[in-house]
């Protein structure tokens, strides 16, 4: 998923009194997120970044393509913080959530029994073997 498209809640209203709600959001890049640093605007009102990283990434809002600075700065402050929000579910990791099975020892002998969490194949070692030097 390289784009995602979105629905603002409540819209950018143009001067012919139209609402616009859809656009498009692309993954970010790393460039996206340092360029910005460099902007005169970022330096003097560290305020600006979200504003000039948002204009990367929004790849269309209504009939605008490209999602200039300007564009978004005229936004009703719900639907920039919907952006941005939407912008950290979009370039977040995700980390795959996943439990490990916990090993038991056999209380007969001195083997370890455990579930390969990858292909659930049954393991079981013996842990009465020395290991030899390779």
């Known amino acids: 998923m390289n784009e995602l498209?979105?629905?603002?809640?409540?819209?950018?209203?143009t001067s012919d009194g139209q609402v616009h709600r859809s656009g498009v959001m692309r993954l970010a890049?790393?460039?996206?997120?340092?360029?910005?640093?460099g902007d005169?605007?970022?330096q003097q009102n560290e305020a600006y970044y979200s504003l000039l990283l948002l204009a990367r990434v929004v790849t269309r809002?209504?009939?605008f393509s490209p999602v200039t600075p300007?564009?978004?700065?005229?936004?009703?402050?719900?639907?920039?913080?919907?952006?941005?929000?939407?912008?950290?579910?979009?370039n977040t990791v995700h980390p795959v959530s996943w439990s490990a099975p916990t090993p038991t020892v056999l209380p007969t002998d001195n083997t370890l029994e455990?579930?390969?969490?990858?292909?659930?194949?049954?393991?079981?070692l013996d842990?009465?073997?020395?290991?030899?030097?390779?």
């Open 5 to 13: 498209p979105f629905m603002l809640p409540v819209g950018l209203f």
């Open 29 to 37: 890049t790393a460039l996206d997120e340092i360029e910005p640093l």
């Open 40 to 42: 005169a605007r970022v």
């Open 61 to 63: 809002l209504g009939p």
């Open 70 to 90: 300007e564009v978004l700065a005229v936004l009703p402050a719900a639907d920039f913080a919907h952006l941005q929000a939407l912008y950290a579910h979009l």
């Open 114 to 124: 455990t579930e390969c969490p990858h292909c659930g194949a049954l393991l079981e």
């Open 127 to 134: 842990l009465t073997q020395e290991l030899s030097p390779a």
